[in-house]
């Protein structure tokens, strides 16, 4: 293999350097939970917990609370996870993946920062008001996801005019492959090549090269083997998030049945939706999605108030995507909303995480270790 012996970057965030510049990607609901992400931070990489619909996914889920007691259960159970994961990864790093279009996006960065989590993770939408929610955690590191340099730099600027912080990292993730929702206007947007990892990680480095700062890019979408690794190198990241690929562990936290049709899935399979919220999103072609495509879903009204705006919730169109992300997380095939990046077919079988990330460093030289903090 070319890369034979390569050294692989040393990715530093914040005060955090993990042993393998590999991130698993914060993937809801519940796909990633504690489970998957001890099992990678405990294997070298960053894991993630997503914090999106924790109660709604809950055994115990009561339909008729409202939207104050909800935010207070996703709370509690987020607290509890990232405790749970930093503990039984034995200091591994472990990070909280908050999307801002959450109705509790700020209440659940609040609560990763008090329960210890090592990084935020903050995409779908600007993360720009992040260093405020995160005063007072200084060894919290946050690292905002954009699928442009344009984004980038209104966070860096916003950030370093009100905040004086710059972010630790910026996680590139692009909407050509990438598996959730995608950061793109609509569907033609999400596969226009400009927003390619090609075009935007060297661009983005570059810019921040030029600025005379020093800030880690890790690209995402589509990293399936370490070749792709190697290519993201080569363009100038110092890691990868990967989703897809780790959320068909044997770790991760979805039913069997969720990384069934992971395995059965093929290309034609994978489909782009408009979602709720107003973004698109990628998925596997699956009952429900064909009854959205064909428009003969039933009416739905808002089971969780999770998203801060929501078709769904205010006109009653499309489909509730907390109901349909829990039922894929079940295993529903009827019901769910299977999220998955075009990478998807090439899911074979279920491994272990160790293993997968073992297959994804063999042929790297480790990077020496740092001796100095990394901020
Ligand atoms: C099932 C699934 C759920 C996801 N949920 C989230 C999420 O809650 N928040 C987020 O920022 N990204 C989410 N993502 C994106 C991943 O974190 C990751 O960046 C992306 O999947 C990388 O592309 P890949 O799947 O091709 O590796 C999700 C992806 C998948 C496959």
């Known amino acids: 293999m070319?890369?034979?012996?390569?050294?692989?970057?040393?990715?530093?965030?914040?005060?955090?350097?993990?042993?393998?510049?590999?991130?698993?990607?914060?993937?809801?609901?519940?796909?990633s939970g504690p489970r998957l992400a001890t099992a990678v931070a405990?294997?070298?990489?960053?894991?993630?917990?997503a914090s999106v619909g924790l109660a709604?996914?809950?055994?115990?889920?009561?339909?008729?609370?409202?939207?104050?007691?909800?935010?207070?259960?996703?709370?509690?159970?987020?607290?509890?996870?990232?405790?749970?994961?930093?503990?039984?990864?034995?200091?591994?790093?472990?990070?909280?993946?908050?999307?801002c279009a959450l109705s509790d996006y700020e209440d659940l960065v609040r609560t990763s920062c008090e329960a210890g989590a090592d990084v935020i993770i903050s995409g779908a939408g600007l993360p720009l008001k992040l260093p405020q929610l995160a005063e007072g955690h200084p060894n919290t590191a946050l690292v905002p996801i954009v699928s442009s340099v344009k984004a980038a730099g209104l966070i860096l600027n916003r950030w370093l005019?009100?905040?004086?912080r710059i972010p630790d990292a910026f996680v590139v993730e692009t909407p050509n492959?990438?598996?959730?929702?995608?950061?793109?206007?609509?569907?033609?947007?999400?596969?226009?090549?400009?927003?390619?990892?090609?075009?935007?990680?060297?661009?983005?480095?570059?810019?921040?090269?030029?600025?005379?700062?020093?800030?880690?890019?890790?690209?995402?979408?589509?990293?399936?083997?370490?070749?792709?690794?190697?290519?993201?190198?080569?363009?100038?990241?110092?890691?990868?998030?990967?989703?897809?690929?780790?959320?068909?562990?044997?770790?991760?936290d979805a039913s069997d049945r969720f990384k069934e049709a992971y395995v059965e899935a093929t290309d034609k399979?994978?489909?782009?939706?408009?979602?709720?919220?107003?973004?698109?999103?990628?998925?596997?072609?699956?009952?429900?999605?064909?009854?959205?495509?064909?428009?003969?879903?039933?009416?739905?009204?808002?089971r969780a108030g999770?998203?801060?705006?929501?078709?769904?919730?205010?006109?009653?169109e499309t489909f509730c995507i907390a109901d349909a992300l829990v039922s894929a997380y079940r295993g529903d095939w009827e019901n769910g909303l299977f999220f998955c990046g075009t990478n998807v077919s090439k899911v074979k079988s279920i491994m272990k995480v160790k293993e997968l990330m073992q297959e994804l460093v063999a042929d790297f030289r480790l990077p020496e270790p740092s001796l100095e903090p990394a901020r």
């Open 2 to 31: 070319a890369i034979k012996n390569k050294e692989l970057p040393a990715l530093k965030i914040g005060e955090h350097q993990p042993k393998y510049p590999i991130i698993q990607g914060g993937m809801g609901i519940m796909v």
């Open 56 to 99: 709604a996914s809950s055994d115990d889920f009561d339909l008729s609370l409202g939207p104050k007691e909800i935010s207070g259960r996703n709370q509690q159970i987020l607290a509890r996870y990232v405790k749970e994961a930093k503990e039984a990864s034995n200091g591994g790093v472990i990070a909280v993946n908050c999307m």
């Open 177 to 252: 492959t990438a598996g959730g929702h995608l950061g793109a206007r609509n569907e033609d947007e999400a596969l226009d090549g400009k927003f390619s990892l090609r075009e935007v990680v060297p661009a983005l480095v570059k810019y921040i090269r030029d600025l005379g700062l020093n800030i880690p890019v890790i690209a995402a979408g589509g990293i399936w083997d370490a070749s792709d690794i190697d290519d993201a190198i080569e363009m100038g990241a110092s890691g990868v998030q990967m989703g897809t690929r780790f959320a068909a562990t044997e770790e991760g």
């Open 42 to 49: 405990a294997a070298g990489g960053i894991g993630t917990i």
């Open 161 to 164: 005019k009100h905040y004086s």
């Open 269 to 302: 399979d994978v489909v782009l939706l408009k979602s709720p919220c107003g973004l698109p999103g990628r998925a596997i072609m699956s009952p429900l999605l064909e009854r959205y495509f064909s428009n003969t879903l039933e009416k739905m009204s808002c």
């Open 306 to 316: 999770c998203l801060s705006h929501c078709i769904c919730k205010l006109q009653h």
